[in-house]
């Protein structure tokens, strides 16, 4: 038997939820571990998405009031510091939201005069900070046709949002990972997390491979799993749909011909699907959202999931032969919340009656809101009574390889 490993903080997933919150607490003089079944961090949700960071104008479409709404907003000014300090591409590409028609246009008025008072007033529940939001606009048929000569030719213009940016997830959830390890994080990669024991406020965590790992806090950061792991310890004060998303990527001769993130809104017919078409950072193109409520386990791909795919592709930039240029296809899980309502929040909560344990629960633009998700978690530790003391020689920039 292995002797214990003793920490203050442990985090189950290395996802960008758990990775972000790891880096945050790095700052710090405390002992923190970060757990994770796989041989590297970031490759679940955190790699099979849209590769969107949600910048003002799309945020302002959530549910005023809620988490979901509050950490995208507040994460704005944070990207640019954090990319230039792990020195990671953060790409303003910016939004096409294309008006087909009167509807469109009402709807997308609503949004624009939301930015509008986002970016003013300081009371807004949704303050933008000043200078680090561009103004929405709305262009007419000719300007977007200059901003996308493939676009549908039928669109009477667009809102374009200037601040959407496009990440590599992958590299980012690495860099942040690195740099916490640099500071004194622990990676336990290989570990998948099996069973979990309270006695009073400390946690021991088992894991398939033999590792006992001892912590006074635990946050649960493991994505679409987060149910089952806060079930181990009655922890469960929340309930999820897994919503199962399917992207279709394109290669490079016609990503080339793709500058935008464009799309437009899905008539009754469409839904519950998404419809965009994005350029990614390496040139590539790709498309989707087709969404299915599904089981946890189903990860394949099905065909009608890339026929709706290429379908919207084509409808958006119907002279474009997307069908000639399919790299993959391939599956990502959302925790979706509220699901009975329609509209989604996140979770970042400590359950009553379970002391020191915080759940995470991200789901849809959970990417974008993880540079603010790290502070939050750090408010609750500290008031939960764990004392924070800054770290001597903490370094933003340093970096040290995590996998194994
Ligand atoms: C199709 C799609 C498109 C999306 N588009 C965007 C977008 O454009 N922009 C955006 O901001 N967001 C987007 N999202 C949402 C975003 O991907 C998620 O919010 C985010 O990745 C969730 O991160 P996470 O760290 O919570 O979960 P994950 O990345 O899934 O990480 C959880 C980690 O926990 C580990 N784990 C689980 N169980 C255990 C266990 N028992 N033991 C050990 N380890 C365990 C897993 O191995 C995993 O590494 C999209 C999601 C999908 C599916």
């Given at each position: 038997m292995l002797e214990p490993l003793n920490f203050d903080v442990a985090i189950i997933g290395g996802g960008i939820a758990g990775v972000s919150i790891a880096r945050e607490l790095s700052q710090y003089s405390i002992n923190v571990a970060v757990i994770d079944m796989h041989d590297d961090v970031g490759l679940e949700s955190t790699s099979t998405n849209h590769n969107l960071v949600c910048q003002g104008g799309d945020s302002l479409s959530f549910r005023p009031g809620t988490l979901h709404a509050e950490l995208n907003i507040k994460s704005i000014p944070l990207w640019p510091k954090l990319a230039d300090e792990l020195n990671f591409p953060l790409k303003r590409v910016g939004g096409l939201w294309l008006i087909r028609d009167k509807a469109d246009f009402k709807r997308y008025l609503r949004l624009y005069s939301r930015a509008f008072k986002s970016s003013l007033e300081p009371n807004a529940p949704y303050y933008i900070p000043e200078g680090s939001f561009q103004p929405l606009e709305f262009v007419n048929r000719k300007q977007l046709l200059d901003m996308e000569p493939y676009v549908m030719p039928n669109a009477l213009g667009a809102l374009h949002d200037p601040n959407l940016c496009i990440i590599d997830p992958i590299k980012v959830a690495k860099a942040l990972a690195e740099n916490a390890k640099a500071n004194g994080v622990e990676f336990l990669l290989k570990q998948e997390v099996t069973k979990i024991e309270r006695q009073g406020i400390t946690y021991s965590i088992y894991t398939r491979q033999g590792l006992i790992i001892k912590s006074t806090f635990v946050i649960n950061?493991?994505?679409?799993e987060v149910d089952r792991v806060a079930e181990m310890v009655s922890a469960r004060n929340f309930s999820i749909v897994p919503l199962k998303g399917t992207l279709t990527d394109f290669d490079e001769e016609v990503g080339k011909l793709i500058s935008h993130e464009v799309h437009v809104l899905p008539r009754m017919e469409d839904l519950p699907h998404v419809k965009a078409v994005l350029p990614n950072i390496y040139g590539f193109a790709r498309s989707g959202i087709y969404l299915e409520l599904t089981y946890k386990s189903d990860k394949a791909v099905r065909e009608e999931a890339v026929n709706h795919n290429i379908k919207v592709a084509k409808e958006l930039f119907p002279e474009i032969p997307f069908e000639r240029h399919i790299v993959k296809s391939f599956t990502g899980f959302m925790a979706y919340t509220n699901a009975d309502t329609g509209w989604h929040d996140f979770v970042v909560d400590i359950p009553d009656y379970v002391p020191n344990w915080i759940n995470i629960v991200l789901g849809p633009a959970g990417v974008s809101a993880s540079p603010m998700l790290g502070k939050k978690v750090i408010e609750l530790l500290i008031q939960s009574g764990l004392r924070l003391e800054p770290k001597k020689g903490f370094d933003p920039r340093a970096r040290r390889g995590v996998s194994s």
């Open positions: 950061a493991s994505g679409i």
